[in-house]
């Protein structure tokens, strides 16, 4: 097996230095330093210093000027893989909604999001798990397309829990209903913080198991999903420490394989030591 595990150089990778975004007087996000000046045509909101990007529109005003900032981003190409979806504005711990927005802009911001991904396991006799369901991303997918996935993923919208987006992405994403996705159990909650091609992905994922008995086939809904397929826990253990999954999913299979204490000892402490600083409470 490999040893390098590129997710979890991955999951902390910089390039370089951000300028931080400010909203309230606390930070929330960051912005890339070469799109400053395409911040600078809005000097009614925004305030930009050497320091920091700081939003001073009324708290009323917030969502109706992130949005009219974002769509004009939008066109000019600055923030990409639009989704019609909106998320909420975290303060950067997470202790508050400060505005909303639409999903694909977190990432131009650098804002903080939820993730909320579903390990799928077939267990043997004995209970331990022995297969994980592994799901390919569709390539019609805006972020990572073709990647391998865990049999659920998804972003955590503005209204719901990371729960209840695991079930209701259960439905779409495996054709699992509210019933079965209710054994899920949770995991760990992983804390990412990278660059990517659409900006900088600060993300908290809530990891859950579910066991799923045999003769039970997950089968796609909603097209994002271009197979399934139900693969030996080393072989899943390949795939994480390759580059075959994206950086999430391959970071919720280590949770997995940690907490199911799949791998030898070495590999198991090694493996435990690295994950340490991106394990949050959520």
């Known amino acids: ?3 390098t595990w590129p997710a979890l150089t991955a999951a902390r990778w910089q390039r370089g230095a951000r300028v931080p975004f400010v909203i309230g007087g606390a930070r929330v996000g960051s912005v890339a330093p070469e799109h ?3 911040l600078r045509r809005w000097p009614q909101w925004l305030s930009l210093t050497g320091d920091e990007v700081r939003l001073t529109a009324r708290d009323d005003e917030r969502d109706e000027v992130l949005a009219h900032m974002n769509a004009q981003l939008r066109a000019e190409g600055l923030i990409v893989a ?3 979806e909106t998320f909420p504005l975290y303060a950067a711990d997470a202790s508050a909604v400060v505005a909303t927005f639409e999903r694909a802009a977190t990432r131009f911001w650098g804002t903080l999001t939820r993730g909320a991904h579903c390990n ?3 267990a043997g006799a004995d209970g331990r798990a022995t297969h994980l369901w592994i799901a390919r991303r569709a390539e019609s997918k805006a972020t990572d397309p073709g990647k391998l996935d865990n049999l659920v993923g998804g972003g955590v919208p503005h209204g719901q829990t990371p729960h209840e987006t695991m079930v209701r992405e259960g439905w779409e994403e495996a054709g699992l209903d509210a019933a079965q996705m209710g054994g899920a159990v949770p995991g760990r909650v992983i804390h990412l913080d990278r660059d990517v091609p659409e ?6 994922v809530h ?3 579910l066991a799923l008995p045999t003769g039970v086939t997950p089968i796609n809904q909603d097209g994002e999903v271009a197979a399934i397929a139900c693969v030996p826990l080393h072989e899943a253990a390949e ?3 390759g580059d075959a999954m994206t950086v999430d999913a391959a970071l919720v299979t280590i949770d997995f394989l940690l907490r199911h204490r799949v791998l030898a000892a070495d590999a198991h402490a090694a493996l435990t030591a690295a994950m340490v600083p991106l394990w949050v409470d959520g």
Do not use: I, N, P, S
Not at 199 to 204: L, Q, T
């Open 1 to 3: 097996m490999q040893t």
């Open 239 to 241: 795939l994480a420490a």
């Open 199 to 204: 900006g900088r992905m600060v993300e908290r």
């Open 120 to 122: 799928g396991y077939v």
């Open 82 to 84: 639009w989704r019609d």
């Open 207 to 209: 990891v859950f198991d």
């Open 36 to 38: 400053l000046d395409a």
